[in-house]
Each structure stands twice: as C-alpha cells, then as structure tokens.
C-alpha cells in the first residue's frame, strides 16, 4: 500500500514531556532500540493520521540514530521523509553525514544516496553521505604519505587524554623497530582534553622522534560517527562492543593502511576500558588477516608491578586533586601544561565530569 505525504504528520519530539519520550520509548522497544534522549540533538516522529508513531529518526552532531519505520509503512515515503530530514539538518553544520543501521537495511539508505562504508555481520553497517566521503580523506593521506626504502611501516592510534609516559613508550618502541611511523591522533573533541591540547602535549613530548608522522584521525578512526562505544560513559564487554570494534578496524585496514602502505599495528595491552579491549581483540582477529602484523607491548608500570600507568588514573588523580601523586606517570610536556594555569578549565571540566573518556 502506497501513501502520498498527506497521510502524515511530522513533528520534533519534546524531550522535556516525559508522556511523549515514554511514547516514542515504547515504540522503538519493540524495534531492540533504548531510546535515550540525552544520547541525541534532536528527533522527529512521523505519525499517521490516526495520530500513531509510524517512524522515527535522531540525529546527534552528523550521525542519524534511531531511525525505524513500522513495517507495514516502509515502502511508503515515510522512510524518505525521516532520512532526508535529518540529513539535511546534519548537513547544514559538517560536510557530510554518517548512519549505523543493520546490513539488511543498508539497500534503502543506499537508494537514498548513502554510500556503504563497511560491515560488521550481523549487526552493523556504517554509511555515510555528503560533500566529503571517505576517498578524501583517502586523498589527504596520500599527499601526506613519505616514501621509504623498506617495508617497516607502521602505526599507532592514540587518543592520549592526557599524554603519558606509556604512551610515549609505545611510540618510541614503534619508532626504533620501523622506518616510519603513521601516529594517528583521535580528533574527535569528546575528550577532557581538547584536539588541540592533545595534539600539542603529543607533539612536544616526541620531538627527538624523527621518523614519526603525526596525522589526525578525521571522522574514520575512533570517532563518535564510526566507533561510538569508545565515548560511552556505561561500558560493556558485549556484542556491540565487539561489532563497533570490527568496523573501525574493517575501515583502517581498507582504507588506511593501504594508502600509507601500513605493514604493522602497534598496540599497547588494556587493563582498565573494556571497549578498548575489545577494539584490540578485533584488531588481533583482522589485520593478520590483511597483512598487518600486531604488536602488542605490555603497559609499563611504576613503583610497583602493578601500578600500570593509565591516562584514566590521572584524570582520576585530578578529580581527586591528588596529581602530585601521578606526576611520574607524565612526559615533562604534559607535566608542565598540567602544572600551570593553562589546564585550569581542563581541571575543572574533569572534575565535574562523570565520563570516563
């Protein structure tokens, strides 16, 4: 059965009414969806005119959520209405937009002009639509990529909030073992500490690193768009966890490492995030697979066994106002940033924060 558009009526839900987020709650159940509104910008819900939900869509920064239609609507237009919607909004501020949805409906995102990105069966397929696409990003790092006489090319991809002496380990093992080193950084501004403090910290801190070559992520490694679990503040090991993983290191062994001829992936082991640790065991099960050799080195400690060195301990230390006590965990570049009044904002903002990341 085919509806024209006059068959539906469009409106943004009112987050503050709790009666209509408990109604929109009640229909994306029965779809395996939690609605939260906190986790969104916005969301519009198209109903029938009988004043029934018949679909819904959200959108958060670029990336469209919670988009269902009721079955016996989806061929109609009211997928069309919520897709276009939402993309546009999303396109008013960033240049292009990204959806999660599951690879048995990737074919009507598709139809609507989304481009698929990649899989992770059989929960997840990432598509994204705009006037910038994965291929130009593909493009800047090709202009970025230095040549070398050997095969001993490798990476890391750190987020470092803040920059620590592990992470400085890590770099500098993968620095002696290789001719180059690709150190993508995590731009993605969820963090406590900005891109630019991050960046900043990072760069003095591995000046005497010749052979290591800072990038930024962009929207494909470890972003909000492409690997939403890295940011939650309620983690768990769980399927999700585990697909999320797979799809943002599907993405850095088909489009990444090949442009920049990436042979080998430097990790450090986890102890503490249990979504990082999934993204490491999706990383051991895909890349050998691709050609991409993984090197995990143990987190180094202080003063005792285990006293693992961890970027989340200093942020605690800071809730705390127990710094002094971690200093030894830092490289003098994040050391001297935390100790003058530069990081005031940055202190405060953890202190009243409840966010792991």
């Known amino acids: ?106 074919k009507l995102f598709k139809a609507l002009g989304f481009s698929l990105i990649t899989t992770a ?41 803040p920059f620590t002496i592990g992470h400085r380990y890590l770099i500098e093992k993968a620095s002696k073992e290789n001719e180059i080193v690709y150190l993508f950084v995590v731009s993605e501004n969820l963090s406590a500490f900005t891109f630019e403090v991050r960046w900043k910290l990072i760069e003095e801190g591995i000046t005497d690193l010749k052979n290591v070559i800072m990038l930024a992520t962009g929207p494909y490694i470890v972003s909000g768009a492409i690997f939403p679990n890295y940011f939650l503040k309620n983690e768990s090991w769980n399927l999700v966890s585990q697909k999320q993983a797979e799809i943002d290191v599907n993405i850095f062994t088909t489009y990444i490492a090949p442009i920049l001829n990436i042979k080998k992936r430097y990790i450090g082991s986890e102890n503490y995030c249990l979504t990082t640790k999934a993204y490491n065991t999706a990383m051991h099960k895909i890349l050998p697979e691709n050609g991409i050799k993984v090197i995990e080195y143990e987190r180094i400690s202080v003063n005792g066994k285990d006293n693992y060195i961890s970027a989340s301990k200093v942020r605690e230390a800071i809730k705390e106002d127990k710094l002094n006590e971690f200093l030894n965990f830092l490289p003098e570049s994040t050391k001297n940033f935390l100790l003058s009044a530069e990081s005031d904002s940055i202190k405060a903002k953890i202190k009243q924060s409840t966010a792991r990341h």
Do not use: H
Request: glycine share 2%; net charge negative.
């Open 1 to 106: 059965m085919i509806f024209e558009d006059t068959d539906f009526r469009q409106e943004l839900l009112d987050t503050e009414n709790p009666l209509d987020v408990k109604l929109l709650q009640t229909f994306l159940k029965k779809y395996d969806f939690d609605f939260n509104p906190e986790e969104v910008d916005f969301t519009m819900i198209v109903y029938n005119l009988n004043d029934d939900i018949i679909g819904t869509g959200s959108l958060y920064k670029n990336t469209l959520k919670y988009v269902v239609i009721a079955p016996e609507f989806r061929e109609t237009t009211a997928f069309s209405i919520v897709v276009t919607y939402l993309t546009d909004k999303g396109l008013e501020n960033y240049k292009q937009c990204f959806v999660y949805t599951k690879p048995t409906t990737a």
């Open 121 to 161: 069966e059989p929960i997840y397929a990432v598509l994204e639509f705009g006037y910038k696409t994965i291929k130009d990003y593909q493009k800047k790092l090709e202009k970025l990529k230095v040549k070398t006489v050997t095969e001993n090319v490798a990476a890391v991809v750190v987020n470092c909030n």
